[in-house]
């Protein structure tokens, strides 16, 4: 499906997606403006596994990215009549119900049977985690050491963090879409150039440079313009910006670009940014296919809106796999209040200290109470300078407890200080704050060998 | 002379659970010898003091002409669990870039430095 063959030939993966939530056209985009393989979707944060563990709870039917059935809609024509292939990870934790969803779409829009979808599953480990425990997988907190049981009764959902390999399988098999659970961001970018070249287990450099190629698209435009720092006034035409793309060659050497006419900006600084954007240890990024060094990374400008990459090293890979593990963690509220000129900081303070008072004097008890003052000192926090007396002032007070009904009266305290607090406060219209239960997030490692996955295809 | 770092270079951050990270990038590649030997381990511990509990950690990325540097306990718990309006780090890349370095005035001049604004 490429251009050319041979060693020269060049497979293109284009990003449209950089997380549950980013721009409905991205995807569209990305296989109509102009040539493309692999249309790379990445659907999963941190903590999404666990809102979908909670729908799936809900309707057994739910539990995935419904974000990804509307673009597959969108680019349904691609896929079946150019062969252009998806892979995404927008499985959750219902994969297989997600892959239904896909062939339902697409036979209510006239390609009934001409669309196979692979779908990657055993990275749900929910149901083995009790097994799991007894069996002396402690499955420690990566950045507390405290072993799971602490919190195993309010534990929603856990995902190993699975690789390349049964994606790779999916398409050998020739599903034109992969669909997936929990898979790495990177995975989705690595696995069809790994498919593409035949890459083996063991080809270290290459599997690290397709990894890398994954890291710099896997935010979608975060690498071509969008939240970039460098020169950002000058950033042309960011309404209309181009998601990134990788023009990989079977040595392991990429180029990022995006397609003609599109705004944003790809350069050396813009894709340095997104290399160094949630950075660990750079010599060590650990994948479950490889062991990717980021100091071995070198980048040319290669044209207007190219940057080549090239030069990567790899390492084998550990025995280990990460597991993303969500818990039920309390509750919490975030209030606001703007306050006007003048004295707008002194009135906001006296309000959050008349708000204290009153939380103590009804004797409720919070894990935390958190104050910050937006237009003053809540970007920056101390190491802002005092200059000029503020115009206005957010007020922004947040709690956090075990108890819901010390969160609930909280967000009814708020309201009252405009009648019965500091003077010239508005920006109350929003109502109440919501109660939000707190779902938070538990990084473990698993032995490799207790992670069976399996990829089925349905068509 | 003093240099604000916001004139001679540009970074990024994200987060890991309670974790920042701020990737700092040189402007110039003959800015990054300067950047990477002012940028210390105690002059960016000493910088966040009072804005972050924990330990940082630093990374050199010659190859990107670029640092990176670790902020632990950051994000007030991190993630869900944090009341923080940038829960997620995003903006600890401009508090990294508040920095004012004092540079010897014959080097500042030639790498032709910006010389900060005077107060």
Same mark, same amino acid.
């Given at each position: 499906?490429?251009?050319?063959?041979?060693?020269?030939?060049?497979?293109?993966?284009?990003?449209?997606?950089?997380?549950?939530?980013?721009?409905?056209?991205?995807p569209r985009r990305q296989v109509e403006g102009g040539p493309v393989d692999y249309l790379?979707?990445?659907?999963?944060?941190?903590?999404?596994?666990?809102?979908?563990?909670?729908?799936?709870?809900?309707?057994?039917?739910?539990?995935?990215?419904?974000?990804?059935?509307?673009?597959?809609?969108?680019?349904?024509?691609?896929?079946?009549?150019?062969?252009?292939?998806?892979?995404?990870?927008?499985?959750?934790?219902?994969?297989?119900?997600?892959?239904?969803?896909?062939?339902?779409?697409?036979?209510?829009?006239?390609?009934?049977?001409?669309?196979?979808?692979?779908?990657?599953?055993?990275?749900?480990?929910?149901?083995?985690?009790?097994?799991?425990?007894?069996?002396?997988?402690?499955?420690?907190?990566?950045?507390?050491?405290?072993?799971?049981?602490?919190?195993?009764?309010?534990?929603?959902?856990?995902?190993?963090?699975?690789?390349?390999?049964?994606?790779?399988?999916?398409?050998?098999?020739?599903?034109?879409?992969?669909?997936?659970?929990?898979?790495?961001?990177?995975?989705?970018?690595?696995?069809?150039?790994?498919?593409?070249?035949?890459?083996?287990?063991?080809?270290?450099?290459?599997?690290?440079?397709?990894?890398?190629?994954?890291?710099?698209?896997?935010?979608?435009?975060?690498?071509?313009?969008?939240?970039?720092?460098?020169?950002?006034?000058?950033?042309?035409?960011?309404?209309?910006?181009?998601?990134?793309?990788?023009?990989?060659?079977?040595?392991?050497?990429?180029?990022?670009?995006?397609?003609?006419?599109?705004?944003?900006?790809?350069?050396?600084?813009?894709?340095?940014?997104?290399?160094?954007?949630?950075?660990?240890?750079?010599?060590?990024?650990?994948?479950?296919?490889?062991?990717?060094?980021?100091?071995?990374?070198?980048?040319?400008?290669?044209?207007?809106?190219?940057?080549?990459?090239?030069?990567?090293?790899?390492?084998?890979?550990t025995d280990k796999l990460k597991v993303s593990i969500a818990y039920r963690a309390g509750?919490?509220?975030?209030?606001?209040?703007?306050?006007?000129?003048?004295?707008?900081?002194?009135?906001?303070?006296?309000?959050?200290?008349?708000?204290?008072?009153?939380?103590?004097?009804?004797?409720?008890?919070?894990?935390?109470?958190?104050?910050?003052?937006?237009?003053?000192?809540?970007?920056?926090?101390?190491?802002?300078?005092?200059?000029?007396?503020?115009?206005?002032?957010?007020?922004?007070?947040?709690?956090?407890?075990?108890?819901?009904?010390?969160?609930?009266?909280?967000?009814?305290?708020?309201?009252?200080?405009?009648?019965?607090?500091?003077?010239?406060?508005?920006?109350?219209?929003?109502?109440?704050?919501?109660?939000?239960?707190?779902?938070?997030?538990?990084?473990?490692?698993?032995?490799?060998?207790?992670?069976?996955?399996?990829?089925?295809?349905?068509? | 002379?003093?240099?604000?770092?916001?004139?001679? #270079?540009?970074?990024?951050? $994200? /987060?890991?659970?309670?974790?920042?990270?701020?990737?700092?990038? !040189? @402007?110039?590649?003959?800015?990054?010898?300067?950047?990477?030997?002012?940028?210390?381990?105690?002059?960016?511990?000493?910088?966040? #003091?009072?804005?972050?509990? $924990? /330990?940082?950690?630093?990374?050199?990325?010659?190859?990107?002409? !670029? @640092?990176?540097?670790?902020?632990?306990?950051?994000?007030?718990?991190?993630?869900?669990?944090?009341?923080?309006?940038?829960?997620?780090?995003?903006?600890?890349?401009?508090?990294?870039?508040?920095?004012?370095?004092?540079?010897?005035?014959?080097?500042?001049?030639?790498?032709?430095?910006?010389?900060?604004?005077?107060?």
């Open positions: 499906m490429s251009q050319t063959s041979g060693s020269n030939r060049i497979v293109r993966v284009a990003a449209g997606q950089g997380f549950w939530g980013d721009w409905l056209d991205a790379m979707l990445d659907y999963l944060a941190e903590v999404t596994m666990s809102i979908l563990q909670k729908q799936k709870e809900r309707d057994p039917n739910m539990g995935y990215a419904r974000d990804f059935i509307g673009a597959m809609e969108s680019v349904l024509p691609a896929v079946v009549d150019r062969g252009v292939r998806v892979v995404a990870n927008a499985g959750g934790v219902n994969p297989v119900a997600c892959a239904r969803a896909v062939l339902e779409v697409a036979a209510a829009r006239g390609a009934a049977g001409k669309l196979k979808v692979g779908v990657v599953t055993g990275d749900d480990l929910l149901p083995h985690l009790d097994t799991l425990i007894d069996r002396g997988h402690a499955l420690a907190n990566m950045e507390t050491g405290e072993p799971l049981s602490t919190v195993r009764d309010r534990v929603l959902s856990a995902n190993a963090y699975i690789g390349s390999v049964p994606i790779v399988e999916a398409l050998a098999r020739g599903a034109n879409v992969v669909v997936t659970g929990r898979s790495t961001d990177t995975a989705l970018t690595m696995a069809p150039l790994r498919h593409e070249f035949g890459w083996g287990a063991t080809d270290w450099d290459r599997l690290a440079a397709g990894i890398i190629a994954g890291h710099i698209i896997e935010c979608g435009a975060q690498c071509s313009g969008g939240n970039c720092l460098y020169d950002w006034r000058n950033i042309p035409d960011l309404a209309n910006v181009g998601y990134p793309i990788v023009e990989a060659t079977a040595d392991g050497t990429f180029v990022v670009t995006k397609h003609p006419g599109t705004g944003g900006r790809i350069n050396v600084p813009s894709v340095t940014e997104q290399l160094v954007y949630e950075m660990g240890d750079p010599h060590s990024y650990i994948t479950p296919d490889v062991v990717a060094d980021f100091a071995s990374i070198q980048l040319a400008p290669d044209g207007e809106n190219r940057v080549r990459v090239y030069g990567i090293k790899g390492r084998p890979a509750f919490k509220a975030v209030g606001t209040l703007v306050y006007a000129w003048p004295d707008a900081l002194e009135k906001a303070q006296l309000a959050d200290r008349v708000l204290r008072e009153r939380l103590d004097n009804m004797g409720l008890r919070f894990d935390q109470v958190l104050t910050e003052f937006v237009g003053v000192s809540a970007a920056h926090g101390p190491l802002t300078p005092r200059t000029t007396e503020a115009p206005e002032v957010q007020w922004r007070i947040g709690v956090r407890s075990s108890d819901r009904k010390a969160v609930e009266r909280f967000t009814r305290e708020i309201a009252p200080l405009v009648l019965n607090g500091p003077p010239t406060v508005t920006g109350f219209a929003g109502g109440r704050p919501k109660v939000e239960e707190i779902v938070a997030y538990w990084p473990a490692l698993v032995d490799k060998s207790v992670v069976q996955t399996k990829v089925e295809l349905l068509a | 002379m003093k240099v604000r770092l916001v004139d001679i #270079a540009h970074a990024r951050s $994200g /987060d890991k659970g309670d974790t920042a990270n701020v990737g700092v990038i !040189a @402007l110039r590649p003959e800015w990054y010898p300067l950047i990477a030997e002012s940028l210390s381990h105690a002059r960016v511990a000493q910088h966040f #003091a009072g804005v972050i509990t $924990g /330990d940082v950690e630093r990374f050199e990325l010659p190859n990107l002409n !670029a @640092l990176n540097f670790l902020l632990h306990g950051a994000l007030d718990g991190g993630g869900t669990l944090s009341l923080k309006t940038d829960a997620q780090g995003k903006v600890f890349s401009t508090a990294m870039l508040r920095m004012v370095l004092d540079v010897d005035d014959d080097r500042a001049r030639s790498l032709k430095l910006p010389e900060a604004p005077r107060a």
